[in-house]
């Protein structure tokens, strides 16, 4: 699904530069459930954004499903991002005055999908998330991980190939984490592909793949048994 070679990506700040990616060399296949842990500025989200047409490296290479990413145009960047990537972030960046039901479906707002279809989806979709009696709640209505739920959901509305979840549980209590990654797990085990970055190691641990990041480097890339 994945393959980077020689990633790199610098951040010039004043007369100094950052090198957020030093060549990074990484496969992700389908199916894949990875963690990504690393100190604070070690690349993980630089490494996010790239790999879901967010940023750019400036040298490297990368592609998607086979595609150099670096030959698509912007229509062609953005079509693919809308239909094979979700995010989902620490903030859940969600929309305060639209109910959670019309959060999932905006990314669903400019395609050719009917009205009755993407109600459907989103409805199912917030029910297998288990917010069936929440789809008319506002987002200052729910409480932290309910509107982490209905971010996951959105990230899911147009069923992505690959999930990229930057700190996911970043503003979530302990029991709360555990169940946000208690529904990754179970994605991934109907197919999804995950890719997200934690600071805890517990929550790493529900992940299949681990892979430490230190100075804009992969450190260690190890398989859970
Ligand atoms: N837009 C930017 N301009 C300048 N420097 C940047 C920019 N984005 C990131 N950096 C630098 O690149 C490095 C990697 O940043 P990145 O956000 O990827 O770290 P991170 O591993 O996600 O850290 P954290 O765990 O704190 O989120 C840091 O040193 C950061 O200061
Ligand atoms: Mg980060």
Partial sequence: MITTTKLCRRFRVGDTTVHALDNVDLEIGEGDFVAVMGPSGSGKSTLMNILGFLDSPDDGKYRFFGEEVAMLDDERLSRIRNEKIGFVFQSFHLLPRLTALDNVLLPLRYTDIDVADSQQRGLTLLDRLGLSDRVGHRPNQLSGGQRQRVAIARSLINAPRLLLAD??????????????????????????????VTHEEEIAAHAKRLIRMRDGKIEHDTIHH
């Fill in 167 to 196: 700190e996911p549980t970043g503003n979530l209590d302990s029991r709360t984490s555990v169940e946000i990654m208690e529904l990754f797990a179970e994605l991934n085990r109907d197919g999804q592909t995950i890719l997200m």
